[in-house]
């Protein structure tokens, strides 16, 4: 009777054997039983932010634009004060003037908004990650709404070869090293003639006036960006925006990071596809590169219960809401405590706005 014993227990425990040991990226590897995460809002929330933020920066923009305009027509139109927030928008002023408060301990009197401002997106950077970049900043908000639009219209987005990919990103870190090393070679005293000098003191009228003046070179430049973004996900942002290099260097060292289980994971891979920085998602264990937005894409879509979580230290989860409730009151209490302490606005005098501002465009970059 033994002799003539089936043998097909032992051919079907030796492939049971075999599909255990295949590996998870194969496609006959072993599937796992998907225990289904209930949907979070993490998405609506995050570009419920984006939003408010975007209209924050409008609102402001719009202000600050009737504020020159008062000045630019002789006092013909009607006058609004000038909104301090506009200075988020320069961000070398802004380290500058961090520069000069770390050398001297007082707290600039020109442009001190632009310090706190960076402050808060470096704090906020800190404990969030690269959060500043998916959440907050209205470059980053209209380069998503791009790219979406294009993979709408085409149904995908054209990501570089891994070749060209590499190089370019490195590209905002070039220039980052650029300003930091004109910031680096400056003492508080050449800071505080450059701030004070006319190029200085109506920066932010320069600006304004990059994009109402636009040349046909600006014109061209612009529209080939806002073109590409359609086609690649995150151009600006991922390849030469020097403030998301800054802010990403930062969010090395937050102790929040996207963390994968693999005993949770499903290998399906959904949550690499989704990402907008083109991270490996599904084969890390934790989420470390500098390009990570926190913009929790990846955890929205993932379907296995526990696979992927946004974590502090400790491995304690962090949800969408707490996200959104660090990042204001960061912002918000940074902002709080400048007005509060009489550091927000800008010492600059109506006769000197009177003086400068018509001729704004006149004055060239100190040497």
């Known amino acids: 009777m033994a002799d003539t014993a089936p043998t097909e227990p032992v051919a079907w425990y030796a492939s049971v054997e075999q599909a255990r040991r295949l590996p998870a990226s194969r496609p006959d590897a072993r599937r796992k039983a998907l225990v289904r995460r209930q949907p ?4 609506l929330i995050r570009r419920t932010v984006q939003v408010v933020f975007l209209l924050l920066n409008l609102w ?14 002789g006092g013909q139109t009607v006058w609004i004060p000038r909104p301090a927030g506009i200075e988020g928008w320069l961000p070398i002023a802004g380290l ?3 520069k000069s408060f770390a050398l001297t301990g007082l707290v600039p009197d020109v442009h001190p908004a632009g310090m706190f401002l960076l402050a808060a997106f470096l704090g906020i ?26 993979r709408e219209i085409f149904g995908r987005n054209f990501p570089a070869p891994r070749w060209l990919d590499i190089p370019l990103r490195g590209l905002k870190y070039v220039l980052l090293g650029f300003f930091v090393w004109a910031v680096s070679g400056m003492s508080a005293s050449d800071i505080a003639a450059f701030i004070r000098s006319p190029y200085g003191l109506v920066a932010d009228v ?11 070179a600006g014109a061209i430049t612009l529209g080939v960006l806002v073109v590409s973004s359609v086609f690649v996900q995150n151009l600006w942002c991922r390849y030469l925006c020097p403030y998301g290099a800054l802010v990403g260097l930062v969010a090395l060292v937050s102790p929040v990071r996207i963390r994968r289980d693999p005993d949770a994971c499903i290998d399906c891979a959904k949550c690499a596809k989704a990402c907008p920085s083109l991270l490996p998602v599904d084969t890390l264990l934790s989420v470390k590169s500098a390009e990570c937005t926190t913009c929790l894409e990846c955890v929205t879509i993932c379907p296995a219960q526990g696979a992927l979580r946004l974590t502090a230290t400790g491995r304690r989860a962090v949800p969408a809401w707490a996200v959104a409730t660090l990042i204001a009151v960061v912002f918000l209490g940074t902002v709080g405590y400048a007005k509060l302490t009489g550091h927000w606005n800008s010492a600059i005098p109506d006769a000197a706005y009177r003086e400068l501002v018509p001729a704004a465009d006149a004055f060239e970059h100190p040497r």
């Open 40 to 43: 979070d809002q993490a998405q």
């Open 60 to 73: 402001i923009g719009t202000r600050f634009y009737f504020f020159v305009r008062f000045y630019e027509t």
């Open 96 to 98: 500058m003037n961090l």
């Open 125 to 150: 950077s800190w404990l969030a990650r690269k959060a500043f970049c998916s959440w907050l900043c209205p470059v980053g908000t209209l380069s998503e709404w791009l790219w979406q639009g294009g």
């Open 206 to 216: 320069k600006m304004l006036n990059f994009f109402r003046h636009l040349g046909e």
